[in-house]
């Protein structure tokens, strides 16, 4: 994840405090599917979903020694999802046992569900954030979703949310279709006065590998994120103490160094240090997932690759194994790549990338990664 505002703050105004960083002490941050049926049809999901029950799911008393093993593993910051995590009836109870030994709590959710009651039983439970996801603006997303009326029954439930005093913010996947609603959705979060605004790349594997300068998608994310970075900028100038970040395409810290170049060359080496210090992607080292079977991965979209299950072996055994060799690349440093992105000079402050978008490509995770929208003239020596 790449903290856009925190960046921005940190070079263009240090006397702004920043917001807390999720506390994590020794392990990574997890993403826990807690189930897979959700009541919606969205177009990118990646767990392809329906509203149907799913067998094999873990029962309460599983998920509870899973919570216990992964607290004594040095685990402490949890984001609850599904599927929607809502539909899962013994939610709040397992909130209460994450809680209850000193978890963060974040809950991921499509918010068509969070009435005023809902969002009460939210803020009872202790959750500290929730992310609401919104496809664009209301044509596109109730398009997206699935289901008419869906884009006003999510913001309403932000603003349940906020209501009872739980932090709460959008997440945000553009695409060809809804890129231009940008725009409009910083505006819906300022009228709403959300906390955080979490820009998603879409994680597929269609864009290709050739043609960088003259690929319209690339182009587009190119624009898309040079809109955001200026923003954002208005927004840190202004004091406003919403966040920022973006996920999914670790290239964002390479073209915001450009953009810092461009606009204030005299905090580029500065801006440069700090980026190289994030390190960009953590995929299997700062981040990992547990889907609803049990399964452990790198992160959310390598459904395919398991790690172990906690059904039968710890996570800190299955987090801790030596011999898994896409984990052990993936905390490789450098991380053994190829192509375009073994020789990016710039390979100390994105990380490599998506793996995972290189791998659906190319069958290969250490391929060079589809998604970059750097050009060679930027980025090879």
């Known amino acids: 994840m790449f903290r856009l505002t925190q960046f921005m703050r940190r070079l263009f105004a240090p006397g702004q405090q920043p917001r807390p960083r999720l506390p994590v002490e020794g392990g990574p941050v997890i993403v826990w599917n807690l189930l897979r049926r959700c009541n919606l049809t969205c ?9 149907r029950p799913y067998s ?35 939610l709040f109870e397992i909130a209460a046992m994450a809680k209850g030994l000193g978890f ?9 569900l969070m009435d005023p009651a809902m969002a009460k039983r939210i803020a009872g439970a202790g959750f500290d954030y929730v992310g609401v996801s919104l496809d664009g603006l209301e044509a596109n997303h109730d398009r997206m979703r699935g289901m008419v009326g869906a884009f006003r029954r999510s913001v309403d439930g932000i603003g349940h949310c906020r209501a009872e005093g739980v932090k709460a913010g959008i997440r945000f996947t553009p695409t060809r279709d809804n890129i231009d609603d940008l725009p409009g959705l910083f505006e819906l979060m300022r009228a709403e006065g959300t906390d955080r605004f979490y820009l998603s790349h879409w994680n597929h594997a269609g864009r290709g590998k050739v043609n960088r300068e003259e690929n319209a998608e690339l182009r587009a994310t190119r624009a ?4 955001l970075f200026d923003m954002t900028y208005a927004d840190v100038r202004s004091g406003a103490a919403r966040e920022i970040v973006t996920g999914n395409n670790d290239a964002d810290g390479v073209f915001f160094l450009f953009w810092v170049r461009e606009n204030r060359p005299d905090l580029a080496e500065r801006a440069e240090a700090m980026l190289t210090r994030w390190g960009g992607n953590a995929s299997g080292v700062g981040i990992a997932n547990i889907d609803e079977l049990g ?10 690759h398991s790690l172990g299950n906690v059904r039968d072996t710890s996570f800190g055994a299955i987090w801790g194994n030596p011999d898994d060799p896409l984990l052990a690349g993936l905390r490789a440093r450098p991380r053994p ?15 490599g990338n998506t793996r995972v978008r290189a791998c659906q490509v190319s069958g290969d995770p250490w391929e ?8 060679d003239a930027e980025v090879l020596p």
């Open 43 to 51: 177009a990118h999901c990646y767990a392809a979903s329906a509203d």
């Open 368 to 375: 060079e990664d589809p998604g970059c929208y750097l050009t």
């Open 337 to 351: 790549l190829k192509g375009r992105c073994g020789a990016c000079r710039y390979l100390a402050i994105c990380g």
């Open 295 to 304: 399964e452990v991965h790198p992160d959310i979209f390598w459904r395919h």
């Open 224 to 227: 898309l994120m040079a809109r």
């Open 104 to 112: 963060y709590l974040g809950l991921s959710s499509n918010g068509t």
């Open 56 to 90: 094999g799911e873990l029962s309460f008393a599983e998920c509870v020694r899973v919570l216990e093993d992964l607290r004594a593993n040095g685990v402490s910051a949890l984001i609850l999802s599904g599927g929607e995590p809502l539909l899962r009836p013994d």
